[in-house]
């Protein structure tokens, strides 16, 4: 009796402790993935936090650089007042409102030249001109605020002058002859290649003063000026040069048959007269 009461103690013991180590394995299974669970818990955690280190470091970076672009373009667009006093900004300042004064000046004369032209080639340019110059005028009032000055026109002498001498070409040659539309072309192109001459160095002195965005807005009127130019050039090598030549020669007041020459003789023609009929040249 003893004997199998051992061993019903052995065998509930042998259970017990059976029972026990399943329920150590459970419990260490549940042990290690917990730690497992709490491990990746840890390293998504120090994910996160290095993402959001990240993001804070990029964010802090853009708006640092965005902090950089904004001094560096307020630095571009408002002088110091250190620099406001130099004789190199207040060169420039002048120059911005000579030119200024002669954009306007020209608005007032290209309708002028638009009416006095004969050719509708030369009348569509001048009206595109004076759109573009619109355009500029405009430009230029954008340049005087980036730099902090009001803009105002100071009297251009030289733009008056070039455009006198176009009103007097309309004087000088005839109503609706090819002859007046040349003179308009080089009366125009005097303008352009002053306003060329100024914007283009103009567009050096903002960026040598550190005016880059006043430099790109005078560059592209200065492209502006040299395609018009361009432009002008065509038209006038196209056919208006040659049809003024033909003006000329509408103009001759008289006829080769009823024209008589007391030196010419049938049988020598010129050749004994000291010059060739035709040559310009004498000997």
């Known amino acids: 009796m003893d004997t199998n009461k051992d061993k019903a103690g052995n065998t509930a013991n042998d259970k017990t402790t059976k029972t026990g180590t399943a329920a150590s ?19 998504n955690n120090n994910m996160k936090k290095e993402t959001s ?27 110091s007042e250190t620099e406001k006093d130099g004789p190199l900004f207040k060169f420039f300042t002048d120059s911005l409102k000579d030119i200024y004064f002669a954009e306007k000046h020209i608005l007032e004369a290209l309708p002028k030249m638009q009416k006095a032209a004969t ?33 105002e026109g100071k009297k251009c002498e ?44 103009l567009a050096a002195l903002a960026e040598t003063l550190g005016l880059y965005d006043a430099s ?5 009127t200065l492209e502006e000026e040299e395609q018009t130019d361009i432009d002008l050039t065509d038209i006038a090598e196209s056919f208006i040069n040659f049809a003024a030549k033909q003006d000329d020669e509408d103009d001759d007041d008289y006829d080769d048959e009823d024209y008589e020459d007391e030196d010419y003789d049938e049988e020598d023609g010129y050749e004994n007269h000291g010059y060739n009929r035709g040559r310009t040249s004498y000997r």
């Open 158 to 201: 030289a733009i008056i002058g070039i455009v006198k001498e176009g009103e007097t070409c309309i004087k000088d040659t005839e109503e609706g002859s090819m002859t007046r539309d040349a003179g308009l072309i080089i009366a125009a192109q005097k303008v352009e290649h002053y306003e060329i001459a100024s914007y283009g160095g």
């Open 216 to 220: 790109d807005l005078l560059h592209t």
């Open 119 to 151: 050719t509708s080639e030369l009348q569509e340019a001048f009206e595109d001109h004076y759109l573009q110059t619109q355009k500029q005028v405009s430009r230029l009032e954008k340049v005087f605020k980036l730099i902090g000055e009001e803009a």
């Open 53 to 79: 280190s990240t993001a804070k470091k990029t964010g802090s970076d853009q708006s640092s650089d965005s902090d950089r672009e904004s001094n560096t373009a307020s630095q571009s667009q408002k002088p």
């Open 25 to 43: 394995t459970v419990s260490g299974k549940s042990l290690a993935n917990s730690s497992a669970e709490s491990a990746s818990d840890n390293d």
